[in-house]
Every structure is written in C-alpha cells, then in structure tokens.
C-alpha cells in the first residue's frame, strides 16, 4: 500500500519541485517564467526530471518505515496489556451483606485498562515512529546520498544549457561594441599551431581532456546509476561516501517521524474513542 501512494506524491511533487528549485535559484523571475524555461527545454519530460531517483529514495523509505511502525505498535501494546494483566487486581469492595461485589471489581479494572490506554498508546505511537523514521533514514541514507547528487548534477546541466543559449547573443553584442582596429590586426594573425606532445607519432590526435573528479564524472553519467559509479570511482568516495551525512539525517527523520505518526495516532485514537460516544447519543 505504501508504494502506489508514494509514486502517486512524487508524481505530483517533483514538478512543483522543479519550478520551486529555478525560483529559488533566482534563474527565473517568475513562476510563469520558470514553466516556459522548463517546458521549452524538453515538455513534460523536463518537468520530471529527477522523478526516478525521487521513487528510488522514497519508496524503499515508505516501505522500510510504515510497515515498521506498525509492527512496533502492535509490540508496545501487546508488551502493555501483558503487564497490565500481571499487576494484582484491586481489592474488591464488600456489600452490606459482607458479599464481595464484582461488579464494582471488574469495572475497577476496566477502568484501570482503560483509562491509561490512550495516553500510553499516544506515547508508544511517538517511539514507534521515532524508531521507525530513524531506522528507514538509516538504511536509505546511501539512495537519498546518490539521489541529491543526482539531481543537482541534472540541475547543472539545465543551468548550463541556460546560459549557452543566452551566451551567442550576449557575444555577439559585445564583441561588435569592441571591435577596434588593434583587434582586426590580431584577428588576422595566424594562429599558432599547437605544439606536439613529446614522444606523440606524427599526424596523432592530441588525447581527450579527462574530466577528474565527481563533477566531470557527472556530466557524462547522468543515469542514476552512473550516478552512484561516479560516487564510488570518484576521489575520496568508495562505500564511505554513501554515508555521507547519515548522522544528522537519521536524527532529525527520526525526530520527524516521532512528531509526524505520534501525532498522527493520536489524533486517530481521539477520533475512534470520541465515535462510540456519538452513536449513543
């Protein structure tokens, strides 16, 4: 249940987010501006970019956290009632006629069960979710490490089709506004011929510029899996870069997911205590 609902969010939030992140980059002055720029760029699919690497991460996320939660829940409450059934009942109060009464007992227990109930669940539900958040951070840490370079390798290269398409015009403008004799005389200069490299066999092509590091690696590998190679291959990576940050994201999603589900349950319970009492009245 939990994938369909997240590859249902992320279809929905991954375009919002692609117009959120141009705006807030400053590369469009406008909402309107920020469609137009994404939608000349490629159409629809340009809108989703990064949508593969958004399901990548939080799907296994959801499927790690929720079904955890729940399983977390139902040992909590089950390790509860099991003490609650251990502790001694209450004494049982006696009649006029020296009869114990067990109505009275049985009610008294009832609402010793009971009347805890919702506020021990409330806070089972917190560490449930709290535990729940901070293990799924925890296993999905290197998916969200390879997905935020991901996606800010694809946003480089948007920037930069950006700028080299708004570069010809700008050049051109300059460059007739500069142009002076002095510059005509060196344009008309032969150039140079490049020099050789030494022990190179004549009539040799030059050997290709090698891109070193993450950043040149990203811009030939732009699958999200070429991805994570350029992460691994790149200086200072190998499995430890996969974990990069792990610490401050299983906290605060831990954090995240004690707030988030144990406000969620609680609101819950409320809302099923508060239906019986409706449908007396």
Known sequence: AATPAEIAAVALRVPFEQLKMRRQTGRDESLHGALQAVW?????????????????????????????????????????????AARPPPPRRRL?????????????????????????????????????????ALVTTPLDVVRTRHVLGLHASMAKSDAQGRTPARAASRAGAAASPAAHSEAAK????????????????????????????????????????????APGGGAGAFFAGVVPRTLYMGIGGMLYLGTYSAFSNALSASAPAAQCH
Do not use: C, W
């Open 40 to 84: 000349r760029a490629g159409g629809a699919r340009s809108l989703y970019k990064g949508f593969a690497a958004t399901v990548a991460l939080d799907v296994p996320f959801a499927l790690v956290q929720f079904p955890l939660f729940e399983s977390l829940k139902v040992a909590f409450a089950n390790r509860r009632l099991v003490q609650e």
């Open 190 to 233: 032969p150039a140079k011929p490049a020099k050789p490299a030494p022990n190179a066999a004549p009539g040799a092509s030059p050997p290709p510029r090698s891109n070193s590091g993450l950043r040149g690696v990203l811009r030939v590998r732009r699958s999200f899996v070429g991805t994570a190679v350029a992460i691994y291959h």
């Open 96 to 136: 006029s006629g020296g009869a114990p009464s067990t109505a009275s007992s049985s009610s008294e227990l009832g609402r010793r069960l009971s009347g805890g109930a919702h506020s021990a669940a409330n806070l089972e539900a917190m560490l449930a979710g709290g535990l729940a958040g901070a293990t799924a």
